[in-house]
């Protein structure tokens, strides 16, 4: 039955079709029309505006809808200059269409004199409904026109800032921020990037060390992101008690070493109060930490119920293997074991061994595994059938090894059952297998009934690095028995003729399963009772 529509209704998927890509927006002949239909009547300007204006790309867009006298440009890359100061009736026009705004990021640091004319007008929450504020600017002498952009409504901030420019004016306005408007930013991400010799900067290291001390006062805090900041700095989460998502990557160059340790013990905490930090910190993102510093943390945080958890173990000098062991094996007990659902641990150390993750067994809830390592495996401990058993709920199982390693202690196909029987949720699978293994080849040959009983219907992909293949037929007969959903096989290596023609073979079967689906299929419409199973084909 035909619906029809009406203007209203019209209208809304039309600019729903703007507001899904927003590269739309700039392009100047779709603004043109999305004006048009703001200046058409009352009832169509409001969702229009709506999506014209939601998410601005710089200040000087603004400016381009106040009059034509205002300002001018000569070319593209140029800034806007500004020919007049701005009237009160350019404020006006400026202030309405920043009524829309709720998106906005300011990247281009050629906009000064745009903010220092703004700033002349004495206004102050020139975005009086904005959401999210993204500054992506080095340039410190901008820093303090954010305060132009700061108001009620702001729940996230996204700063940038060079390490070399760092200095006591940022900081300054950043520990001031949480006191205009509380509870004010629940959203707070603070990056860095080292451009310059610190010999440069004399005044550059109490600015740092000043950052510590700023953010212990954005208290309201529930998702934090510092990037390439100093590793002290991890101490503030002891004063955010709302934290529920903490990204943290410590500066690769520190200006010290080893760096300073942060200091898990708040300062806003008596000695005998007892009260444990974070209590709501959900998920955990950390790179380029000693795992001393991560194993003091934790157990300061003192189990905590994460559902969410990636370490990047990075190469740290400072880093022993006795201590990663530690804090490995005693992942089961800063964790809650009932909560974590994703956990990824990435280990790139040069240890004469790896230490062993068997802890992670314990996690019984654990739906995404990804475990990379180089030039070890962090699955050598683990067997197949201990991840069947141990995690039953198992979505997505991501294990990268060392492709230089002996195929012979891969993993065989016949390693695969235990996996397909008790995760039966498992949708995407990335292993290193032996598909050539001759023993493995003649007891499936011997047994064409070894998978029988045993189908696991949600594995849609297989993920396959550098892995021997001999007999293609064989493997994609045992895959389709095993897993009768399987249509994607992808190969993950390249490098010599020999890895090419395996390669290959492993092309085949993706080619064998997509064409056995689909004969199972017809079949199954021919006889809607699939029970009497599927035979696998052993013949080599």
Same mark, same amino acid.
């Given at each position: 039955?035909?619906?029809?529509?009406?203007?209203?209704?019209?209208?809304?998927?039309?600019?729903?079709?703007?507001?899904? $890509?927003?590269?739309?927006?700039?392009?100047?002949?779709?603004?043109?029309?999305? +004006?048009?239909?703001?200046?058409?009547?009352?009832?169509?300007?409001?969702?229009? %505006?709506?999506?014209?204006?939601?998410?601005?790309?710089?200040?000087?867009?603004?400016?381009?809808?106040?009059? *034509?006298?205002?300002?001018?440009?000569?070319?593209?890359?140029?800034?806007?200059?500004?020919?007049?100061?701005?009237?009160?009736?350019?404020?006006?026009?400026?202030?309405? &269409?920043?009524?829309?705004?709720?998106?906005?990021?300011?990247?281009?640091?050629?906009?000064?004199?745009?903010?220092?004319?703004?700033?002349?007008?004495?206004?102050?929450?020139?975005?009086?409904?904005?959401?999210?504020?993204?500054?992506?600017?080095?340039?410190?002498?901008?820093?303090?026109?954010?305060?132009?952009?700061?108001?009620?409504?702001?729940?996230?901030?996204?700063?940038?800032?060079?390490?070399?420019?760092?200095?006591?004016?940022?900081? &300054?306005?950043?520990?001031?921020?949480?006191?205009?408007?509380?509870?004010?930013?629940?959203?707070?991400? %603070?990056? /860095?990037?080292?451009?310059?010799?610190?010999?440069?900067? =004399?005044?550059?290291?109490?600015?740092? *060390?000043?950052?510590? $001390?700023?953010?212990?006062?954005?208290?309201?805090?529930?998702?934090?992101?510092? $990037?390439?900041?100093?590793?002290?700095?991890?101490?503030?989460?002891?004063?955010?008690?709302?934290?529920?998502?903490?990204?943290?990557?410590?500066?690769?160059?520190?200006?010290?070493?080893?760096?300073?340790?942060?200091?898990?013990?708040?300062?806003?905490?008596?000695?005998?109060?007892? *009260?444990?930090?974070?209590?709501?910190?959900?998920?955990?993102?950390?790179?380029?930490?000693?795992?001393?510093?991560?194993?003091?943390?934790?157990?300061?945080?003192?189990?905590?119920?994460?559902?969410?958890?990636?370490?990047?173990?990075?190469?740290?000098?400072?880093?022993?293997?006795?201590?990663?062991?530690?804090?490995?094996?005693?992942?089961?007990?800063?964790?809650?074991?009932?909560?974590?659902?994703?956990?990824?641990?990435?280990?790139?150390?040069?240890?004469?061994?790896?230490?062993?993750?068997?802890?992670?067994?314990?996690?019984?809830?654990? @739906?995404?595994?990804?475990?990379?390592?180089?030039?070890? $495996?962090?699955?050598?401990?683990?067997?197949?059938?201990?991840?069947?058993?141990?995690?039953?709920?198992?979505? /997505?199982?991501?294990?990268?090894?060392?492709?230089?390693?002996?195929?012979?202690?891969?993993?065989?196909?016949?390693?695969?059952?235990?996996?397909?029987?008790?995760?039966?949720?498992?949708?995407?699978?990335?292993? @290193?297998?032996?598909?050539?293994?001759?023993?493995?080849?003649?007891?499936?040959?011997?047994? =064409?009934?070894?998978?029988?009983?045993?189908?696991?219907?949600?594995?849609?992909?297989?993920?396959?690095?550098? /892995?021997?293949?001999?007999?293609?037929?064989?493997?994609?007969?045992?895959?389709?028995? %095993?897993? =009768?959903?399987?249509?994607?096989?992808?190969?993950?290596?390249?490098? &010599?003729?020999? +890895?090419?023609?395996?390669?290959?073979?492993?092309?085949?079967?993706?080619?064998?399963?997509? *064409?056995?689906?689909?004969?199972?299929?017809?079949?199954?419409?021919?006889?809607?009772?699939?029970?009497?199973?599927?035979?696998?084909?052993?013949?080599?």
């Amino acid at each position: 039955m035909h619906h029809c529509l009406s203007i209203p209704e019209i209208l809304s998927l039309i600019c729903q079709e703007f507001s899904e $890509d927003p590269e739309i927006l700039w392009d100047i002949d779709d603004r043109k029309a999305l +004006v048009s239909l703001a200046c058409t009547c009352r009832s169509w300007s409001e969702p229009a %505006l709506q999506v014209l204006w939601y998410s601005v790309d710089g200040i000087d867009k603004l400016f381009h809808s106040l009059a *034509k006298d205002l300002w001018e440009k000569f070319h593209d890359e140029d800034p806007l200059v500004l020919n007049r100061p701005l009237s009160p009736e350019d404020m006006k026009v400026f202030r309405k &269409n920043a009524t829309w705004i709720r998106v906005f990021t300011e990247r281009d640091d050629k906009n000064i004199t745009l903010y220092r004319a703004l700033f002349a007008c004495g206004y102050s929450c020139l975005l009086p409904r904005l959401k999210a504020l993204s500054w992506q600017i080095e340039n410190p002498d901008l820093f303090p026109y954010l305060r132009l952009l700061i108001s009620p409504s702001l729940r996230k901030l996204d700063a940038f800032f060079s390490d070399g420019s760092l200095v006591m004016e940022q900081l &300054n306005l950043l520990e001031a921020i949480p006191l205009m408007f509380p509870p004010g930013i629940s959203n707070l991400s %603070l990056g /860095s990037k080292k451009d310059y010799p610190d010999t440069q900067f =004399p005044g550059l290291e109490p600015a740092r *060390k000043a950052l510590v $001390d700023v953010l212990h006062s954005w208290s309201n805090v529930t998702d934090l992101e510092l $990037d390439e900041v100093p590793l002290e700095t991890l101490g503030c989460i002891v004063d955010m008690p709302n934290l529920t998502r903490l990204v943290f990557i410590a500066e690769s160059d520190p200006l010290e070493y080893p760096p300073p340790e942060p200091n898990f013990r708040s300062p806003s905490l008596s000695e005998v109060r007892l *009260k444990l930090p974070c209590p709501l910190l959900e998920s955990i993102t950390i790179d380029q930490t000693p795992v001393s510093t991560i194993h003091a943390m934790f157990k300061a945080l003192a189990r905590l119920q994460l559902r969410y958890l990636s370490l990047s173990l990075s190469e740290a000098g400072i880093d022993t293997l006795g201590g990663t062991e530690a804090f490995l094996n005693d992942l089961d007990k800063l964790i809650e074991l009932h909560t974590l659902s994703e956990v990824s641990v990435s280990c790139h150390h040069r240890f004469e061994r790896l230490p062993s993750v068997t802890s992670l067994l314990q996690f019984h809830q654990l @739906r995404k595994v990804r475990l990379d390592a180089l030039p070890f $495996d962090l699955m050598a401990d683990i067997t197949i059938s201990e991840v069947a058993s141990s995690w039953p709920l198992l979505e /997505s199982l991501y294990n990268l090894s060392p492709t230089s390693g002996n195929p012979e202690t891969s993993r065989t196909l016949l390693s695969l059952i235990p996996l397909a029987k008790g995760c039966q949720k498992l949708d995407s699978l990335f292993l @290193r297998l032996n598909a050539s293994d001759p023993s493995t080849q003649q007891t499936i040959r011997d047994n =064409p009934n070894v998978t029988e009983g045993v189908q696991n219907r949600s594995l849609k992909t297989l993920l396959i690095q550098q /892995s021997p293949i001999s007999d293609s037929k064989l493997v994609a007969s045992f895959l389709s028995s %095993l897993f =009768p959903g399987l249509e994607r096989v992808v190969w993950t290596s390249y490098g &010599n003729e020999e +890895v090419k023609r395996h390669r290959q073979r492993w092309e085949r079967v993706e080619k064998m399963l997509i *064409k056995m689906k689909r004969e199972r299929e017809s079949r199954t419409c021919c006889d809607p009772n699939p029970s009497r199973g599927w035979r696998m084909l052993t013949s080599g």
